[in-house]
């Protein structure tokens, strides 16, 4: 019998020629770092079968990282998609493209593209009205702006870190409200934000804000985020402004990167708008929905503690890149901005232990003892897939980080 081959996948795959996400590796003694596309279990060196094939992509696809491919625009992701699709379905390419397939759990993966800048959102409706419900128990839950404009901050770039990269637990100035004066060290309140990712290819001019029916032109795709949160720190330190360093010491990303176009059938409107929303922020008469229906799946140590929905966000991703981009603000390649916690209308939706144990005031039973939050040690893995066409499923890979003590 025939030995099967890589691309002879089981049905169902997540990970079949509907979905090729593509990331960054290197293999065991040879630091060069190459661009991958993930297929079933094997991730192709896209280069190395680009130039086999004598493709005109050779160059886009022979990178050390994304960028490149980034910054070549729409029509290119569009292009370069087609033609891997067509070289792991074809089966006359095969004898060329499986020398180039190797074994995913003989390579080692990277961050696949090099950050630009980096923003985060709160979009959720259930995260944010939790959050208010916890700390303005006696005021309204959301602020008077949450159903105007999508609320963000700038986060730190050079913190952003690719899945399995160990987190170190921050330290800082925090103080409860009943503390005569803050103290310094370790959080003892750390914790996860489960979120979606997206990054930038095509940048945009300076003064030019970009509307909501470019965002396909400038997004190339999403990923799963974890932006670790120090609980303790942020609660001292972020009146009047925003987060600082109980946000900037870890926000860990997947390695793989899911084009938009692969997503095409988790495509939904995001909720009904409660308020008439701005002209650059409506769009009630948009081409396509917003919204993306990614479930999400969040554990500790292996056992999972909840099921955030991302269909629930209220504001989708094209509105906060016209948001960030209103006041004239550019877009590079490589620019990062993250949905905000992802949190459904149910206990096990929520995407924060932060809400998950109502800021620690219910513990939640693990198989190793109960957490209110995180300890050293623990390992926090996010997982996602999406429904595809046909009935199919398209994975989106996993963000993973481990807990280590202070230094």
């Known amino acids: 019998m025939p030995q099967q081959s890589p691309l002879d996948l089981a049905e169902g795959d997540p990970f079949g020629p509907h979905n090729l996400p593509y990331g960054v590796f290197s293999t065991a003694g040879e630091d060069r770092r190459r661009i991958g596309v993930r297929?079933?279990?094997?991730?192709?060196?896209?280069?190395?079968?680009?130039?086999?094939?004598?493709?005109p992509y050779a160059g886009l696809l022979g990178q050390s990282s994304l960028n490149p491919l980034l910054a070549a625009g729409r029509t290119a992701w569009r292009d370069v998609r087609r033609a891997l699709t067509a070289w792991v379905s074809d089966p006359g390419h095969r004898p060329t493209v499986e020398p180039h397939l190797?074994?995913?759990?003989?390579v080692t993966l990277h961050l696949p593209y090099e950050v630009a800048d980096y923003v985060d959102f709160y979009a959720s409706e259930h995260h944010a009205t939790n959050v208010g419900r916890i700390f303005r128990p006696d005021g309204d839950a959301l602020t008077p702006n949450w159903k105007h404009l999508p609320i963000g901050y700038h986060g730190r770039s050079g913190t952003i870190v690719v899945s399995g990269t160990d987190v170190v637990r921050p330290s800082g100035q925090r103080k409860a409200p009943t503390d005569p004066a803050p103290v310094f060290g370790p959080s003892v309140?750390?914790?996860?934000?489960?979120?979606?990712?997206?990054?930038?290819?095509?940048?945009?001019?300076?003064?030019?804000?970009?509307?909501?029916?470019?965002?396909?032109?400038?997004?190339?795709?999403l990923f799963l985020l974890n932006d670790w949160s120090a609980r303790d720190i942020q609660a001292w330190e972020y009146v009047p402004l925003g987060p600082f360093l109980g946000k900037s010491f870890a926000t860990s990303v997947s390695a793989w990167v899911t084009p938009l176009e692969a997503l095409d059938a988790a495509r939904v409107a995001p909720p009904a708008r409660d308020f008439p929303l701005l002209p650059y922020l409506d769009d009630a008469d948009v081409e396509r929905p917003g919204g993306f229906d990614l479930r999400i799946t969040v554990s500790i140590n292996g056992q999972e503690v909840a099921q955030p929905p991302f269909a629930s966000m209220y504001w989708t991703a094209a509105q906060q890149?016209?948001?960030?981009?209103?006041?004239?603000?550019?877009?590079?390649?490589?620019?990062?901005?993250?949905?905000?916690?992802?949190?459904?209308?149910?206990?096990?939706?929520?995407?924060?232990?932060?809400?998950?144990?109502?800021?620690?005031?219910?513990?939640?039973?693990?198989?190793?003892?109960?957490r209110t939050f995180l300890e050293d040690g623990d390992t926090v893995t996010l997982t996602a897939w999406a429904?595809?066409?046909?009935?199919?499923?398209?994975?989106?890979?996993?963000?993973?980080?481990?807990?280590?003590?202070?230094?």
């Open 387 to 407: 429904p595809g066409a046909g009935g199919t499923r398209v994975g989106l890979g996993e963000v993973t980080g481990r807990i280590v003590a202070s230094r």
């Open 102 to 106: 190797l074994p995913l759990d003989e």
């Open 321 to 370: 890149l016209a948001h960030m981009t209103v006041n004239g603000a550019s877009l590079r390649t490589g620019d990062v901005y993250g949905s905000g916690t992802v949190s459904g209308p149910e206990v096990g939706q929520r995407g924060s232990l932060l809400e998950l144990t109502w800021n620690g005031r219910d513990a939640i039973e693990l198989a190793d003892g109960k």
């Open 189 to 221: 309140k750390l914790d996860i934000e489960a979120e979606v990712g997206f990054v930038v290819g095509t940048p945009s001019e300076l003064g030019s804000p970009v509307a909501l029916g470019e965002f396909e032109d400038h997004v190339f795709g």
């Open 39 to 55: 297929i079933g279990g094997y991730v192709l060196d896209a280069g190395a079968a680009a130039t086999a094939l004598g493709s």
